[in-house]
C-alpha cells in the first residue's frame, strides 16, 4: 500500500442476532428445538 495510512474509528454494533429476528417469526419455533438437539449431540 502507498501513502499513509489512515486509521479508521471503532465500530460498535448493538444488535443481537435476538434483536433482528422479529419475535412472532416462524423462524423461532426452531431455535428450542435445535438447542435440545444441540445439548443432546454433547452428551
Given at each position: 500500500?502507498r ?14 442476532p ?10 423461532r ?15
Amino acid at each position: 500500500m502507498r501513502g499513509e495510512a489512515e486509521r479508521q474509528a471503532t465500530m460498535i454494533l448493538g444488535l443481537t442476532p435476538d434483536g433482528l429476528v422479529p419475535k412472532d417469526h416462524p423462524l423461532r419455533r426452531f431455535k428450542p428445538l435445535a438447542d435440545s438437539a444441540l445439548i443432546r449431540m454433547s452428551h
